[in-house]
C-alpha cells in the first residue's frame, strides 16, 4: 500500500514539475510579472520535496495546490493577454505564498528533528500561513480548493492527471495559431510517465526555424560520434547554443547511435545540490542520502546515453559550487557509454573533464544570409532589401535579436507605420504662414467627417486621449472599463481618419497640436476621465503592494510609460465634485514614490496636496502624505521635523495605527541619519519602530528596522552588535517566508563580516543571497546589484584591485546616482592606490562630489575630502592632505566609524610622510583604540603602522615582534598588500642585521603579492634588492 501511495505520489510531482518547466519556459519570454518569479520559486519547492523525509503527506498536499494553480495560470499566459492589475494582484499574492512555502519545505529538508522539535510552533503557523494563502489564491483564480482539502493521494492523483490532459489539449489545441505553442512543446509534449520509473523526460522539439548553424551542427555530430563524446558549446547569450544542442539531439546518427537522451535545463540549478535533485528528476533517479552515487549507478548500468546538460554556468560560474559541479562532471564522464554534451556561456570550459577534441569554437553570430532566412521565415511582410538591411543592422545578426526584430516587424507592420508616423509628422508641421489656423481647421474637418458622425465613441475616444500625453496601451485601454460602445470600431476610425496613430510601442497616440486642440473644445466628461484614474489607482496599488520584494519589472514599465498620463489624469481628478477625490489623493502619494524610487526625483504633485488635506479629516491620508513628505526631504526648501513628527504620530494614534507608526519613525530616523548624521538618534527611532512593528506583528517592518539598526551600528563601529542584529532579521525573515528580507539580512552580515576580517565565507554568502533574489525575479535590481557590490568589497579589502575595480565599473553602470557616487569613490580609490594619473582621478571625483552635492548626502562630500587627501599624498601636497584628514576625522570621529579608520589609516602610516616618528606613534595608538571597537582588518594595520614606528626609532626587535603578528593576520584574511608590506619591512631588518638568507626569502615572497595587488611601484623596490643576488 505503502508503495502505491509513494507511486502515486511521484506522479503527482511529475505533473507539477511539468507544469512549472513550462510556465517558465513561457516566462523566459513574457513580460507578465511575477511569471518568472513563480515557475522559478515552484520548481525550486518541487526539486526540494523529493528529497523531504517528514512531514511528506502535509508537503504533497501543498505541491497538489501549487500544481492546480500553475495549471489556471498557464491557461491565462498561452492566451498572450496583458493581465489585469486585479489579476496581476491575485499572481502577486501566490508568489508570496510560494515564498513561504519555499521556507517551509526547506527548513522540513534541513532541519534535524531536535530542531524541528523546538521550532515546531514556528513551523505550524507558517504552515498555517501557507495553507491560508493556497486558499487564497485557489478562491481569487476561480478555482474549487478540492486539492487543498483532499486528504487522500488517490483524490489528489486523480484531479492532477485530468489536469494535465487538459493542458495538452489546450496547447494542441492552441500549436496551429499561437506563438506560445512553441515554448510549451518544449516541456510539455515529450512528457513520458514510466510504469517503473520516475523519470521526466523532458527532450525539446526540433528547432523549426534553424538557418546557418549547419557546418557547426555536423561537426558537433561528429564529435558526439566520437567514443568518448565530451563536448561543450560555448557563447553568448542569444547566439543560440541550445537550438544547436537539441538539433543536434534529433540528428538520426544520434538517435541510432544512443538509446536514452536526456536534456537537462540547469538554469535554475544554483547549487551542486540543485544540480544533482535536477539531473536525478530527469534521469529517473529517486532522491537518496547519496543522490549523486545513485545517478552514477544508473547511467553506469543504462545503456549507451547521451546527457545534455543546458546552461550549465547557473551552477558553474560561483566559487563556491565551481569545484562540486566539477568534480560531478569528471565523474560522469568516467562512464563510458555515456555521452556528455553541455551549454555555457562565455569562452571558458570546467577544467575537470578532457573534452573531446577538437574543441567546438564558441558559436558567432549569424552570416547575413543566414540571418536574412532566419527573418524571412518569421515575418509574413515582404520588406525590400535596404528595409531588412538597416532592421538587420541594430541586431548584430545574434540569432535571438533577429527573431525579436523579425516578430516586431510582423506583429506591428513596421515598415508602414513607420514610414506613415513619420509621414503625418512631416505633413502636420510643414511651412505656412498661418499654421495654428489651418490647423484648426483641418481638425474641425476631421472631426466633421462621415466617418467620424458614424461612430460616437470615437468622438469620445478622442476625448479622452486629449488627457493623455504618453498614449494608451491596449491592455489599459480594454481594462479600464471606459462606458464607449464598440472600443475597437471608434479605435479604428480615428485611425482611418488620421487624427491618432499607433506609435513604435503599440500605443495609440493623438498628436500634441490635436490633443490641445479637442482638450480645449472637447474636454472629457467625468464619466470618461473617472474610470481611467481608477484603473491608474489599481495600478500604482499593485506596485506598492510588492516593489520591495518581488520583480514587478513589467508594471514599473507600465507604469513608467504612462508617468505623463497618471500626472494629467491624477491632476485633472483633483475636483471637489468627484467622488474619488481621497483615492485620487492617495494616488498621488503613491505615485510620487514611484517616481523618487524608479527615476530618483519627486513627481512635483506634493505641493498640490495640503490645500485638499487640510478640509479633509482622513487621518491615513494626512500620515501617509506625511510620511512620503519626509522621506522627500531632499526636494523641500526647509523642514520642521518636530512639527512634522507631532502630526503625524497625533493622526497614527488617532487610528492606533501602530505598523503606520513605525514605518513613519523608520522615515524619520532616515531623515536624521542622512540630513543631520545623527547615527544616535536614528537608531532611537529605529528600535521604536521595530517594537511598534512588533506589537503589530508586521515582520516586513520588522525586519526593514533591524536592517537599518545593524547597518546603524555597523557605522557606530558596533559591529557584534549589527551582526546580531543581521542574524536576527535572517531568522525573522525565514520563519515567515520572506525571502527578499532575507536577502537583504544576508547583505547586512556581509558587510559585518568584511569588517571583521572573515573574508573567506563572505563570496559564498553573498551568491546565497543572491540565488534568493533570483527566485524573486529580482536578478538585476538594486539589493542584487548591492550584494554584487559586496563582492567588489571582498576583492577591495583583500587589495585584489583588478577584480574589485571590474565589479564596481560593472554595478556603477546600471546603478541609480546616490549608490553610483559610491560605486566611483570606490574607483577613485582604487585609481590612487594603483597608481593611476592622478589628473583623470581628480575629474572623476570633482564629478562625484558635484553628486553628492546635488543630492545634499554630508557624508558623501566628507569622503570625497578624504579621497582627495589620498591623492595629494600620492602627489606631494602633504599639507593640504594633513589638514583635510584631520578635518574629516574631528567630523566624523564617534559617530561615523568606517569614515574615522579612512582618515586614520593615512594619518598613522609614516610612510605618508605627514608626521614626525612622535606624532605617527599617536596617530597609530588612536588607529588601535578605533580599531579594537571590532574592525579587526584595522587592528593589522595599525600594528603594521606602529611597526614602521618603531623601526623608524631603532626599536627592531618591538618593531618585528609588532610586524610578525601584523603579517600573521594579514595572513590569515587573505590580504596580499599588507602581507606583502610586512614582508618587505622584515625582509629590510634582516638585510639590516646581515642576514640575508632571511632577507631574500621575505622579499621574494613579498614580490608576487605586490604584483598580485597591482603595486608596480614596489615590485620595482623588491626588484631592486634583489637584483645584487641574482
Not at 309 to 337: A, F, H, M, Y
Not at 525 to 543: A, E, G, Y
Amino acid at each position: 500500500m505503502a508503495a502505491t501511495t509513494q507511486g502515486k505520489g511521484d506522479n503527482l510531482l511529475k505533473y507539477a514539475v511539468v507544469a512549472a518547466s513550462t510556465l517558465r519556459d513561457i516566462a523566459e519570454s513574457s513580460q507578465t510579472p511575477f511569471l518568472r518569479t513563480i515557475a522559478g520559486v515552484s520548481i525550486s519547492i518541487l526539486t526540494i520535496v523529493q528529497s523531504v523525509k517528514s512531514n511528506k503527506d502535509v508537503t504533497m498536499r501543498l505541491v497538489s495546490g501549487i500544481d492546480q494553480l500553475l495549471s489556471v495560470i498557464l491557461q491565462l499566459s498561452v492566451k498572450g493577454d496583458e493581465l489585469s492589475p486585479e489579476m496581476l494582484h491575485n499572481m502577486g499574492k501566490f508568489a508570496d505564498t510560494l515564498q513561504k512555502i519555499y521556507s517551509f519545505v526547506k527548513a522540513q529538508q534541513s532541519a534535524t528533528v531536535l530542531k524541528r522539535i523546538f521550532r515546531q510552533s514556528e513551523n505550524a503557523a507558517l504552515l498555517e500561513e501557507c495553507n491560508l494563502g493556497l486558499r487564497n489564491a485557489l478562491t481569487a483564480f476561480g478555482v474549487e480548493t478540492s486539492l487543498v482539502v483532499a486528504t487522500g493521494m488517490a483524490e489528489m492523483r486523480e484531479l492532477a492527471e485530468k489536469r494535465h490532459q487538459e493542458l495538452i489539449q489546450l496547447f494542441q489545441s492552441d500549436a496551429s495559431d499561437s506563438d506560445t505553442s512553441s515554448l510549451v512543446s518544449k516541456s510539455l509534449f515529450l512528457f513520458e510517465l514510466g510504469n517503473s520509473t520516475t523519470s521526466l523526460v523532458l527532450l525539446p522539439p526540433t528547432p523549426k526555424i534553424f538557418h546557418g548553424r549547419e557546418s557547426e551542427l555536423d561537426e558537433l555530430v561528429e564529435l558526439l560520434l566520437q567514443s568518448p563524446a565530451r563536448v561543450t558549446i560555448l557563447g553568448p547569450g542569444g547566439i543560440g547554443k541550445t537550438s544547436l544542442a537539441v538539433t543536434a539531439l534529433h540528428r538520426s546518427e544520434i538517435v541510432a547511435r544512443y538509446t536514452e537522451r536526456y536534456f537537462v535545463s540547469c538554469e535554475s540549478a544554483a547549487t551542486h545540490e540543485d544540480l544533482v535533485a535536477i539531473i536525478a528528476s530527469h534521469v529517473g533517479v529517486a532522491p537518496t542520502r547519496n543522490t549523486s552515487k545513485q545517478i552514477l549507478n544508473h547511467l553506469s548500468n543504462s545503456p549507451p546515453s547521451i546527457l545534455l546538460l543546458d546552461n550549465l554556468e547557473t551552477c558553474w560560474e560561483p566559487l563556491s559550487s565551481r569545484s562540486q559541479v566539477e568534480q560531478l562532471l569528471g565523474k560522469l564522464t568516467d562512464i563510458p557509454q555515456l555521452a556528455l554534451m553541455i551549454t555555457m556561456r562565455g569562452a571558458e570550459r570546467p577544467q575537470s573533464v578532457r573534452w573531446t577534441r577538437p574543441f567546438l569554437p564558441p558559436l558567432e553570430p549569424l552570416s547575413d544570409d543566414a540571418a536574412r532566412k532566419t527573418f524571412a521565415d518569421i515575418t509574413d511582410e515582404e520588406l525590400g532589401d535596404i528595409e531588412v538591411r538597416q532592421l538587420l543592422e541594430v541586431t548584430d545578426n545574434v540569432p535571438l535579436a533577429v527573431s525579436l526584430v523579425a516578430s516586431m516587424a510582423t506583429f506591428e507592420g513596421y515598415e508602414t507605420v513607420l514610414s506613415r508616423w513619420k509621414e503625418e509628422k512631416t505633413t502636420l508641421f510643414s511651412g505656412g504662414a498661418d499654421k495654428r489656423s489651418n490647423l484648426d481647421l483641418s481638425i474641425r474637418i476631421s472631426l466633421s467627417s462621415p466617418r467620424m458622425l458614424d461612430s460616437p465613441g470615437a468622438h469620445l475616444l478622442l476625448s479622452l486621449l486629449s488627457l493623455l500625453p504618453d498614449g494608451i496601451s491596449d491592455a489599459d485601454l480594454f481594462q479600464s472599463g471606459f462606458p464607449i460602445t464598440d472600443m475597437g470600431r471608434s479605435k479604428a476610425t480615428l485611425l482611418r481618419t488620421a487624427l491618432a496613430y499607433i506609435d513604435h510601442d503599440r500605443r495609440l497616440r493623438v498628436l500634441a497640436p490635436i490633443r490641445e486642440y479637442i482638450r480645449n473644445h472637447h474636454p472629457p466628461p467625468s464619466s470618461l476621465s473617472r474610470p481611467l484614474r481608477q484603473h491608474f489607482h489599481r495600478l500604482i496599488l499593485l506596485w506598492k503592494d510588492y516593489q520591495q520584494h518581488l520583480s514587478t519589472a513589467n508594471i514599473n514599465h507600465r507604469i513608467a510609460a504612462n508617468a505623463g498620463n497618471f500626472h494629467s489624469v491624477l491632476t485633472h481628478g483633483l475636483n471637489w465634485d468627484e467622488p474619488d477625490l481621497k483615492e485620487t489623493l492617495n494616488s498621488i502619494i503613491t505615485f510620487d514614490s514611484f517616481s523618487r524610487i524608479s527615476g530618483k526625483r519627486s513627481s512635483g504633485m506634493l505641493e498640490l496636496l495640503p490645500g485638499y488635506l487640510d478640509r479633509l479629516t482622513d487621518h491615513r491620508l494626512h500620515a501617509e502624505y506625511l510620511t512620503v513628505f519626509v522621506l522627500t526631504w531632499q526636494y523641500h526648501p526647509r523642514l520642521d521635523m518636530d512639527s512634522v513628527e507631532t502630526a503625524a504620530i497625533q493622526h497614527l494614534r488617532a487610528m492606533h495605527d501602530k505598523c503606520g507608526e513605525a514605518k513613519f519613525l523608520c522615515a524619520a530616523a532616515s531623515y536624521f541619519q542622512k540630513h543631520d548624521n545623527n547615527i544616535p538618534k536614528a537608531l532611537g527611532y529605529f528600535e521604536t519602530a521595530f517594537k511598534l512593528a512588533s506589537e503589530a506583528q508586521d515582520a516586513q517592518t520588522q525586519c526593514l528596522a533591524l536592517r537599518d539598526i545593524s547597518q546603524g551600528l555597523c557605522v557606530l563601529g558596533r559591529y557584534p552588535e549589527a551582526r546580531v542584529k543581521a542574524r536576527e532579521m535572517r531568522a525573522l525573515a525565514q520563519r515567515h517566508g520572506l525571502l527578499y528580507m532575507e536577502a537583504h539580512a544576508i547583505r547586512a552580515d556581509l558587510f559585518c563580516r568584511v569588517i571583521q576580517g572573515d573574508l573567506a565565507s563572505c563570496l559564498a554568502l553573498s551568491a546565497e543571497g543572491r540565488a534568493l533574489l533570483a527566485l524573486c525575479g529580482l536578478e538585476g535590481s538594486t539589493l542584487d546589484l548591492v550584494l554584487l557590490n559586496s563582492d567588489a568589497e571582498v576583492h577591495l579589502t583583500k587589495t585584489e584591485y583588478a577584480e574589485a575595480r571590474a565589479l564596481y565599473a560593472k554595478t556603477r553602470a546600471d546603478q541609480a546616482p546616490h549608490p553610483q557616487a559610491y560605486d566611483r569613490l570606490n574607483l577613485a580609490l582604487i585609481d590612487t592606490e594603483i597608481g593611476v594619473d592622478s589628473t583623470q582621478v581628480r575629474q572623476d571625483m570633482a564629478a562625484v562630489r558635484a553628486t553628492f552635492e546635488s543630492l545634499k548626502i554630508p557624508v558623501g562630500i566628507i569622503v570625497c575630502e578624504v579621497i582627495h587627501s589620498y591623492i595629494d599624498i600620492r602627489d606631494g601636497f602633504l599639507d593640504n592632505a594633513r589638514r583635510s584628514l584631520e578635518r574629516a576625522f574631528i567630523q566624523t570621529r564617534g559617530e561615523n566609524q568606517e569614515i574615522s579608520i579612512l582618515c586614520l589609516t593615512k594619518l598613522a602610516d609614516i610612510t605618508c610622510g605627514l608626521y614626525d616618528a612622535s606624532t605617527t606613534l599617536g596617530w597609530a595608538c588612536v588607529l588601535m583604540a578605533f580599531a579594537r571597537k571590532g574592525n579587526i582588518i584595522a587592528v593589522y594595520h595599525a600594528l603594521r603602522c606602529l611597526g614602521d614606528v618603531f623601526l623608524v626609532q631603532g626599536e627592531e626587535e618591538t618593531a618585528l615582534s609588532l610586524l610578525d603578528v601584523s603579517l600573521a593576520g594579514f595572513t590569515a584574511a587573505d590580504i596580499h598588500r599588507g602581507r606583502a608590506e610586512c614582508m618587505l619591512r622584515m625582509g629590510d631588518l634582516f638585510d639590516r642585521r646581515g642576514n640575508g638568507e632571511r632577507a631574500i626569502e621575505f622579499w621574494r615572497m613579498a614580490r608576487p603579492l605586490f604584483v598580485r595587488s597591482l603595486q608596480a611601484k614596489e615590485v620595482a623596490q623588491v626588484d631592486e634588492r634583489l637584483h645584487p643576488f641574482s
